[in-house]
């Protein structure tokens, strides 16, 4: 009596941070565009290796458009650059 377990502790790696410049708050309630495609994002403009991906039928908000990429945010405030190619207007 009065034992418990313990997960073992685990750190977890640098990108499983969001940077606070990807954060909006209070996050868009108003969407404008959505996913055609599951879609990669980046945190950071131009790159190469997305941090994370959306589902096809996410709900986004078109925020900037630069070429061929877009800034979006999402329902949790996540800002981040994906291909303009999938988003769909609703």
Excluded at 17 to 33: C, Q, R
């Amino acid at each position: 009596m009065g034992k418990f377990l313990r997960p073992k502790a685990e750190v977890l790696p640098n990108d499983a941070v969001v940077p606070h410049k990807n954060l909006i708050s209070p996050a868009p309630t108003d969407f404008t565009h959505e996913l055609k495609r599951p879609e990669p994002y980046y945190f950071s403009s131009g790159a190469t290796e997305a941090n994370g991906k959306f589902a096809a039928g996410t709900k986004l908000r078109l925020m900037d458009t630069s070429g061929s990429r877009c800034w979006v945010a999402d329902e949790r405030g996540l800002y981040v650059e994906i291909e303009c190619a999938a988003l769909r207007k609703l």
